[in-house]
Each structure stands twice: as structure tokens, then as C-alpha cells.
């Protein structure tokens, strides 16, 4: 079984793009807090999201390990991972928003899903979090069967994780991964299947999620 490489090709609603893979295990380039050895694999959640987004949006293409040493340098790495809102902010005020083909607006959301719904029908993407701690980028929108759903691109295609997978409700065949499974004794005893690319219910985005959203250039 070939094992799923660095970036994910991905042709979906006539879009092509290269989403980030955080599952492998060669993502080594540093994204520290205070000297804690944390690597992108381990903690880039954050730059990945925004390299999905970017893609989407249309603007050159981020390249994770650069995005990485300019959130350390300007306060985007927190202790917990990236801080949307000061990365973001850097982004706009230092040209890389318009760069990669989006605009801030320093409007971080909070837990207005009928909002950024229609910021997504309407072209937008935003970053936030289907389950606590991770961050995902929102590329689309759209009602199914009454529902309103949102398409996620997700570094660490949670499709099957137990905290997000009854959100489900459709997997974009083409985004599959495919990563070992290792046993104590760091030996490969299986393999995994999952997606990067889905549509998950609206309403799985909620109560703690900060939701911040990004602009296609006017």
C-alpha cells in the first residue's frame, strides 16, 4: 500500500489543489515555543490550514516552512499552537495576505455559523476548529437536504477521528490518505484511511471555536 507523501492532490469543484498532508512524518522543519522542539508534523495545524486556504483562494502558493519562521518571528506560535488572529494580523500588515490572495479584516467571529456560512457561499474561507486543538481551513459551503454544511480542508484528515466523524457527511474521494499504524514498539501493524477534504454539518463548529475569516482580493 503506497503510503500518502507530503501534499495531497485534490481536484474538487473545479479547483486543483496541493493540501498539506500533516499525517507524514517528513514535515521535520522547526515550529517552536520557547525551545519546546515542536515540529510542523507535531504542531503546524495552523500553517497547514492557511496553506489550504491559500490554495483555494488563488494566490501563490505558501510554502509551510517559510509561513512557519514568520510566525515565530512575529508572535504567531503560542504555546498551544498558532494564534490565528496575531498571524493573521502579521500576514495582512507585512503583504503576505495579499501575496497568497486573500485580505484579513481583523474580525475575528465568534460563533456566528448563519455568518460565516454566507461568507463561505459567497467565495471566503476561514479557519477554525471542528474539534478542540485543531485547526482547519472552511473552503465551501453549501445546503444538502435542508442542512447547512461547510467543506473543510484538514491537515490532519480527522474524517474517521471520534470527535468529528458523525459530523460527516461526505468525504471527497480523491483527498484519501493513507498512513501507517504503529504499535508500542514503533512497528507498522496496520494501515489507515482517511480524507483531507469533506463536507461536515454547520453546526459542528461551535461554542469554543474562534472562527476568522478570509477574503478573496477585491
Given at each position: 500500500?503506497?503510503?500518502s507523501g507530503?501534499?495531497i ?6 479547483i486543483h489543489?496541493e493540501?498539506?498532508?500533516q ?7 522547526p515550529y517552536?515555543y520557547q525551545?519546546d522542539?515542536?515540529?510542523l508534523?507535531n504542531a503546524?495545524c ?5 496553506a489550504?486556504?491559500?490554495w ?6 505558501v510554502?509551510p516552512e517559510e ?15 498558532t494564534?490565528?488572529p496575531a ?15 486573500f485580505?484579513?479584516?481583523f ?6 455559523l448563519d455568518?460565516l456560512h454566507d461568507h463561505?457561499?459567497?467565495g471566503?474561507?476561514a479557519?477554525?476548529?471542528?474539534r ?5 481551513a472552511l ?6 437536504s435542508?442542512e ?5 480542508a484538514?491537515?490532519y484528515s480527522?474524517?474517521?477521528?471520534e470527535?468529528v ?10 483527498s484519501?490518505v ?5 504499535n ?12 483531507a477534504?469533506?463536507?461536515a ?11 476568522y ?6
Open positions: 500500500m503506497n503510503i507530503k501534499y492532490p485534490v481536484e474538487h469543484q473545479g489543489y493540501l498539506c498532508n499525517r507524514c512524518r517528513d514535515w521535520t522543519h517552536e525551545g522542539g515542536s515540529m508534523c503546524g495552523g500553517i497547514f490550514a492557511v489550504n486556504a491559500a483555494y483562494l488563488g494566490g501563490e502558493q510554502i509561513l512557519a519562521d514568520f510566525s515565530c518571528a512575529c508572535g504567531g506560535r503560542g504555546d498551544d499552537g494564534d490565528r498571524l493573521l494580523s502579521a500576514m495582512q500588515l507585512h503583504g503576505l495576505a495579499r501575496k497568497h490572495g485580505e484579513y479584516r474580525d475575528g467571529l465568534r460563533n456566528d455568518t463561505l457561499l459567497q471566503g474561507a479557519l477554525c476548529n471542528l478542540v486543538g485543531h485547526i482547519v473552503v465551501g459551503g453549501r445546503i444538502s435542508g447547512k454544511q461547510v467543506l473543510a484538514d491537515p480527522e474524517s474517521a477521528d470527535r466523524r458523525n459530523a460527516v457527511r461526505e468525504c471527497v474521494e480523491g484519501r493513507v498512513s501507517p499504524v504503529k508500542d514498539a514503533g512497528l507498522v501493524c496496520g494501515y489507515q484511511i482517511t480524507y477534504m469533506f463536507w454539518a454547520l453546526s459542528t463548529v461551535r461554542d469554543f471555536n474562534l472562527l475569516r478570509i477574503f478573496p482580493l477585491r
